[in-house]
DNA sequence: TTTCCTTTTGAAACCGGTTTTAATGCTTCA
DNA sequence: TGAAGCATTAAAACCGGTTTCAAAAGGAAA
């Protein structure tokens, strides 16, 4: 591999001009800067970045860590859609990414791993636990930081959909289509954003004077067996016709316990859910679901961090707040021309 | 930050001698080790990756890229297991990762960031298109390579599945359960596992004595959409009562497809398909398809270019096909207590 | 032509490690 | 007691860049 001092040599100057010319300094007369230019052209040399690193103390890579608290999260569109936006981010920005998957059996271990490594120039974190010790660490380690979801910390940047209005927004929802029994099925009480939209759950049954009775609230963790099995729990217990859940994943699996029960949606039970990730409109039925823009704020969040990292202000936190978006669909609406199953053959005799 | 200047100091020695520790070099006394070492364990005392780098031209760093011909197909599970799986065996090995998704849109881009990148020690290539110019350049560069999906160089490792032989099970399945008029849909012509896909499907037409019908074969793209675009296709054309369709994204769109006809599935038409992804299984009705290990094929991938590294030998390739298996559910064989759909409702008139 | 100032360039130091080479100290043995 | 041999350690060179500092070159003014 060809280095400055080659280059040098071939250009007849010192390698202290060729890295004048390699970072654009405007010290270097146009002469000069043609020669040393033509042949580094020539050899397509390219600096080699970790000596470069060595010097500067910059890498130009972005650390992501989705805590994969369920193993399952992960085929949960959610993160795909998220690392798309930030690796995009990435790229234009001639950033490239180091991606960390939490599996619980090695959390210990990844994390060490994490804080360890100096290879880092900022770190991105998703949806981490409450008190997450990855998180204080890194902060104690002062590595720049950006949390997708909130956090309680003010100190730290982070990117987070209003989760707490957008449930209000779905409760309203729920209320303006005369549905006054209202359950809803929480995401892990560990994420901000599960007990957020719980919150704003609450909110919209008080804004709209209704009762918060504890039986309706049934505790989920984002998956779609989660959404199965606590909406089972929910039929057996209780009687309600709107149902909150807290992501479109675990909305399939309601959806799925509703049917076996036999009962109609959106007639005997509307649902709203949370994320409208793509599979939600192709649903059978499509999802009536609070929109939040996960590859935005991925883009965001990555775009925050490498402007942090530019202006070299790491120390004043951002903290951004997306607004979120009611989808309206089948679950609530059914539409003029809707067909749920009607067209798929019933079974005859076994 | 500390650095083995102020460690050496610290404990009173030259830093070749931390060194020496900390490469656990035989060549010190053991007073002076321990002594060192309590310095260094004291002060919580990491090197410093970069430097290290620069001299041993070492980064335990790998790569993975990931090309998003479509860009949905992130979001396809495969990918997220694919990730798993490579991701842990990094980890136990310490070695980090570094990802790239190559949006179409900046495929140029990011393959020259991949290529001019000098941070990683080897890459891994997750289903690239045949001729794919990035391996090109990564062969040229010798880069240490393990590409996911089989490929034609001799010289480069790879994983795979055994793709062809896995078609021809899922046509000898379809046989056997009495079907004789097999329609096709094809993954990408682009990638070997969609072309492998299609030739052992005609391997087991041939095996079969069954004719091979252009009018039977249709040409998707593993996505969703193109499995419910291309069976409409299929079932406007011609009849059949069988269906292989290269992957369990594409056989959902099928479904939606067939039932939207009318058909049922699998008396008049009986579906296999392929990669056994997670929710095949939890589908209204249940995949058949033929399983391949997609994250064993990750830590497999992973831990042969990490094998390859250590042992200094990045010359000869390593070929490894693995097993696929058939699993048989209900797109085939309706199970005694089978309830496809049976007990969800059907709609009432508008 | 000389002087002074501004550009431009090269030499040297540095980043934080590893590795080679040379020096030191300690044993061992004649 | 002195020389040889070995284990241990320090000094120095190196990895491939950037940056500081000083020197050289060039140009303008006197």
Chains 1, 2 share one sequence.
Not at 95 to 124: A, C, F, Q, V
Request: proline letters at 5%.
């Amino acid at each position: 591999m060809t280095t400055i001092n080659e280059i040098a040599k071939l250009a007849g100057v010192s390698r202290s001009t060729v890295s004048r010319v390699l970072n654009h300094d405007k010290n270097v007369s146009d002469r000069t800067r043609t020669k040393v230019q033509a042949v580094i052209d020539e050899q397509g040399y390219q600096p080699n970045p970790v000596a470069r690193s060595l010097t500067s103390g910059r890498t130009r890579v972005l650390g992501l860590v989705i805590p994969m608290v369920v193993s399952s999260l992960f085929r949960d569109p959610f993160f795909s859609l998220l690392a798309q936006g930030i690796s995009t981010v990435c790229t234009l920005n001639n950033y490239t990414l180091m991606l960390w998957l939490m599996e619980p059996n090695y959390e210990k271990r990844t994390s060490d791993n994490i804080l360890n490594n100096r290879l880092i120039d900022g770190i991105i974190v998703a949806s981490s636990k409450i008190g997450d010790p990855l998180i204080e660490g890194l902060i104690t380690r002062k590595v720049p930081l950006v949390q997708i979801g909130r956090n309680d910390c003010p100190d730290v940047s982070s990117v987070d959909a209003d989760n707490i209005h957008g449930s209000v927004m779905a409760v309203r929802h729920l209320v303006s289509i005369g549905k006054n029994q209202l359950a809803t099925i929480t995401g892990q009480m560990e994420l901000y954003s599960g007990r957020d939209r719980l919150t704003g759950f609450k909110h919209g049954l008080q804004e709209n004077n209704l009762p918060i009775c504890d039986e309706r609230i049934a505790f989920g963790n984002f998956t779609e067996e989660s959404g199965y099995t606590q909406t089972k729990l929910l039929l057996s217990k209780t009687a309600f016709d709107g149902l909150y859940i807290a992501s479109d994943m675990m909305a399939f699996g309601a959806i799925r316990a509703i049917y076996e029960a036999g009962l109609r949606i959106p007639e005997d039970i509307a649902i709203v859910s949370f994320d409208d990730i793509p599979p939600a409109e192709r649903h059978q039925p499509p999802l009536t679901t609070i929109r939040q823009p996960i590859r935005r704020m991925g883009s965001i969040a990555a775009q925050t961090l490498i402007d942090q990292l530019e202006t070299d202000d790491t120390a004043t936190p951002r903290r951004i707040i997306l607004q979120t978006e009611l989808k309206i669909r089948e679950t609530t609406i059914r539409s003029e021309f809707s067909n749920h199953y009607s067209q798929m053959p019933v079974r005859s005799t076994p």
